[in-house]
C-alpha cells in the first residue's frame, strides 16, 4: 500500500472513530458512507443494514437521490439477485473490474451507469449485520488497496453502529412505553425509594391535580394539596415495611373524600429480572397504579341499599296482612261473617309488596338494573299511591292522615319507585314513631324550581344527643319511649342515598317529647 493510500486509511479510520458518540443511526450510515466514499474515489454508493437476526431490512441509504418507488425496487432487486445479495451469501468482500462481464453484478436501467465495484460485508459482534457497495462510472477504477480501506472502515464502524442501534432501540422502547403509559386510563406513578416523582402518565398528573413538569423529582405526598397522597404513601410504607422479602406487590383500596372517589390500588416493587431491587441506594422504588373503582362501589351501594329498602318496606304490609288476618279469625272465632273489606285491603296489601318484591328482583338481576330509570314523574300520582300505601296502618294505630298538598304540582324526572320507596319510609317511620290517636301531615309544594316533599308527626321526637347520627346506616335513635319499637336502622339512610341520587337533598328537625319533621327536595323537570 502506497504512502498516500495509508494516509487516506488513517484519516478516514480516525474520522470514524470521531463518530462513536453520534447517537443517530441514519446520520452514522451517511457518514460511513460518505468518508468511504471519498477515500477510495468512488462516485456513489450505498449502504443496508438489517437487524440482529440478518433477516429484516432496517435502513438503506444511497448516494444518489433516489424516490421512494426506485428505493424499494433497487433494495428488493439488489438483494436478490446483485453483488450485495451474493456478500451475503458468501460473507466476504468481492471487487468488481468490470461489471459488464462479471455476472455477479445486476444490471438495472442504465446499464452503463457503474463500470466497477466493490461491496465488502458488516459486521457486529461477530453477526453479519451490513454492506456497502461503492460504484464509478469508469471499469477498472478500484484495486486491492481500495477494497482493504473500504473492509478496514467496515470493521472501524461496527462500534459506531453498535452504539446507534442500541440508542436507536432505548428510545423506541422509551416512545413505546410513553404510548403505552398515555393510553392507559388508570393513574400510573413511579417513585423512587425517597418517594420521588420519577414518572407518571397523563391520567396520574390529572388526578394528582397538576399540569407543572417540576412535580417530577418530587415526594409524591408533597406534590399536591390532596391529603389522599399522603394517606396512600402512608399506606404502602406500612405494608412493605412489614412485608417479607417474597412480598412484592400489594392491593387495596383507597377512598378519596376530596373527589368522593373510590380507587383499587396496587404498588409492586421495583425488582429486576433475577429479583434484585432497583434504585441508587438498593433499596429500590415502587410503582403505584390506581384504578378508578368508583362506578362499580356505587352500583354495589346501590344495589345493597335498594335491597335493605325493599327487605326494610315489606315489614310494614306484612305487619298490615297479619292485623287483617287476625281480625278475620277473631270474627269466625265468633261466628261473625269477616268484613269484605279487610279482604280488599289485604288485595292491595299483597299488590304492595309484589311490587317490592319485583323491585328487590330487578336489583338482584343485574347491576344495570339498579341505576335510576329516570323518567317523567306525575307528583299527584306518586302522593296518591303512597297515602294509600300507609292509610292502613294509620287507621289501625288510630292515627289522622293529613293531606296537604298543592293544586298544581309540577313533574318531576326520577324513578317511581323508588320515589316511592323513600317517601314510604319517611310516612311509615311517622306512623310508627307517633302514638296511637296521634296526627301525621303530609304536606307537598313545589316552589320556584324544586318539588319539596315534608312529614310532620306528633310523636315521640328525637332525642337532641343523637340527632347528627339519624341519617347513619344502622343507627336507630331510642328514648324510654320508642325501646318497644322494632326496626333496623336502615330506612333514614336509604332514603337519604335515594333522595341524593335524584340530586336532592334531605333533613329534619325534631323535639324529644313534641314530634318530628322529615323533608326532602328535589329538582323539577326542565
Known amino acids: 500500500m502506497s504512502d498516500a493510500a495509508q494516509v487516506r486509511q488513517l484519516e478516514t479510520l480516525i474520522q470514524i472513530a470521531q463518530m462513536l458518540n453520534s447517537l443517530d443511526i441514519e446520520a452514522v450510515l451517511r457518514n460511513i458512507l460518505r468518508l468511504t466514499t471519498e477515500a477510495v474515489g468512488a462516485t456513489n454508493g450505498s449502504f443496508f443494514l438489517f437487524d440482529e437476526h440478518e433477516k429484516r431490512l ?9 424516490s421512494a418507488e426506485e428505493r424499494a425496487k433497487t433494495s428488493f432487486s439488489v438483494l436478490e439477485k446483485g453483488v450485495a445479495g451474493w456478500v451475503l ?41 451490513g454492506v456497502m457497495t461503492l460504484e464509478h462510472t469508469s471499469p477498472n477504477q478500484f484495486d486491492s488497496t481500495a477494497l482493504r480501506i473500504a473492509e478496514a472502515t467496515a470493521t472501524q464502524a461496527g462500534t459506531s453502529l453498535r452504539n446507534a442501534e442500541l440508542f436507536e432501540r432505548v428510545q423506541t422502547q422509551q416512545e413505546q412505553l410513553e404510548a403505552v403509559l398515555n393510553s392507559i386510563s388508570d393513574a400510573l406513578f413511579v417513585v423512587n425509594e ?16 397538576s399540569e407543572d413538569e417540576d412535580v417530577i423529582g418530587k415526594p409524591l405526598n408533597g406534590v399536591s394539596p390532596n391529603t389522599m ?20 406487590v400489594f392491593t ?85 261473617m269477616p268484613d269484605p273489606m279487610y279482604i280488599d285491603h289485604m288485595h292491595k296489601t299483597i299488590t ?47 292515627q289522622k292522615l293529613v293531606k296537604d298538598i298543592q293544586k298544581a304540582l309540577r313533574p318531576l324526572r326520577g324513578d317511581f319507585l323508588q320515589l316511592r320507596q323513600a317517601m314510604n319510609n319517611l310516612v311509615g317511620n311517622a306512623i310508627k314513631y307517633t302514638p296511637d290517636g296521634g296526627t301525621i301531615t303530609v304536606r307537598v309544594r313545589t316552589e320556584d324550581d324544586r318539588f319539596l316533599f315534608t312529614v310532620d308527626d306528633t310523636g315521640y ?7 347528627d347520627k339519624i341519617f347513619s346506616s344502622y343507627f336507630r335513635a331510642t328514648s324510654s319511649a320508642t325501646r318497644h319499637i322494632e326496626g333496623t336502622g336502615v330506612g333514614l339512610s336509604l332514603v337519604k342515598e335515594v333522595i341524593e341520587r335524584h340530586g336532592g337533598q334531605v333533613g329534619f328537625n325534631s323535639a324529644e317529647g313534641k314530634g318530628s319533621t322529615f323533608y326532602f327536595w328535589l329538582p323539577l323537570l326542565e
Open 89 to 129: 451469501g458468501n460473507r466476504r468482500a468481492v471487487l468488481i473490474e468490470d461489471t459488464v462481464s462479471d455476472p455477479r453484478w445486476l444490471m438495472l436501467e442504465d446499464r452503463f451507469r457503474v463500470r466497477s465495484a466493490m461491496c465488502v460485508p458488516f459486521f457486529i459482534d461477530g453477526s453479519m449485520r
Open 352 to 398: 304492595r309488596m309484589e311490587t317490592l318484591i319485583a323491585t328487590l328482583l330487578e336489583a338482584q338481576r343485574s347491576d344495570r338494573d339498579v341505576t335510576m330509570k329516570r323518567v317523567p314523574v306525575d307528583p299527584h300520582e306518586l302522593i296518591d299511591v303512597v297515602l294509600e300505601d300507609n292509610a292502613d296502618a294509620a287507621n289501625q294505630h288510630n
Open 58 to 66: 432496517t435502513h438503506f441509504i444511497a448516494s444518489r437521490e433516489l
Open 229 to 248: 397522597f399522603a394517606t396512600l404513601t402512608a399506606m404502602i410504607i406500612e405494608l412493605f415495611g412489614r412485608a417479607s422479602a417474597q412480598d412484592k
Open 252 to 336: 387495596f383500596d383507597l377512598r378519596d373524600d376530596k373527589l368522593f372517589k373510590d380507587f383499587s390500588v396496587t404498588a409492586r416493587r421495583l425488582v429486576k429480572e433475577d429479583g434484585s431491587e432497583i434504585g441508587e441506594s438498593g433499596d429500590g422504588g415502587y410503582v403505584i397504579g390506581l384504578h378508578d373503582v368508583t362506578s362499580l362501589k356505587d352500583l354495589t351501594r346501590l344495589k345493597t341499599h335498594m335491597i335493605q329498602m325493599a327487605s326494610h318496606d315489606l315489614k310494614n304490609p306484612l305487619g298490615v296482612l297479619i292485623g287483617y288476618l287476625d281480625l278475620m279469625q277473631y270474627d269466625i272465632t265468633h261466628n261473625t
Open 461 to 467: 321526637g328525637i332525642p337532641a344527643d343523637q340527632q
Open 194 to 209: 425517597r418517594w420521588n416523582i420519577q414518572l407518571m402518565n397523563p391520567a396520574g398528573r390529572e388526578l394528582l391535580g
